[in-house]
């Protein structure tokens, strides 16, 4: 879908915040808008570390990898 990991995992969790705070709007209960907000803020995150977790450990790796890069040109050019 996209190439870049962080995005990948930016628009996940966007998605799973809005499908919950769709669910939450949807439900018959007379609830504060900045309750729903929050409510959906904690669901989503609770669901995007198990649902986001391969996509979250890829974002890792790229960052493990960009550093690593980046300390070999710093040491290299210090030689």
Known sequence: M???P?????IGRLAIFMAALGILTLLPFDLDP???FVI???VSMILSVFL???TREQ???QVVTSVEKRQ???AA???
């Not at 962080?6 to 930016?10: A, E, F, I």
């Open 59 to 61: 974002v890792g790796e």
């Open 52 to 54: 986001l977790k391969r």
């Open 2 to 4: 996209f190439a870049n």
């Open 40 to 42: 959906a803020f904690f």
């Open 72 to 74: 070999a040109k710093k």
């Open 34 to 36: 900045l309750l729903r």
């Open 6 to 10: 962080v995005l990948r995992l930016l």
């Open 77 to 79: 050019r210090k030689s």
